[in-house]
């Protein structure tokens, strides 16, 4: 049995199924975005495009993490 998804990934499947965007998309835009802080990032995400400041923070978390192991 495969070990379950841990952290901010988690939240991905919701993510998706509740504003129609693959995860890759969401981070494209995260990417994409001038703005550089966690917060400013979460707060853009949740003003700009309606998302609620949990799947905004791990979205977020998750692409910040992700771009410095690089």
């Known amino acids: 049995m495969p070990e379950p998804v841990k952290g901010p990934a988690s ?3 919701s993510i ?3 504003y129609g965007r693959p995860i890759a998309e969401w981070k494209d835009l995260i990417r994409a975005s ?3 802080k966690h917060m400013e990032l ?3 995400l949740k003003t ?3 998302l609620g400041h949990g799947h905004a923070n791990a979205l977020v978390a998750h692409t910040l993490a992700e771009d410095r192991t690089k």
């Open 11 to 13: 939240y991905f499947p």
């Open 16 to 18: 998706e199924q509740k």
């Open 34 to 36: 001038p703005l550089t």
């Open 42 to 44: 979460v707060g853009w």
């Open 48 to 50: 700009e495009h309606g």
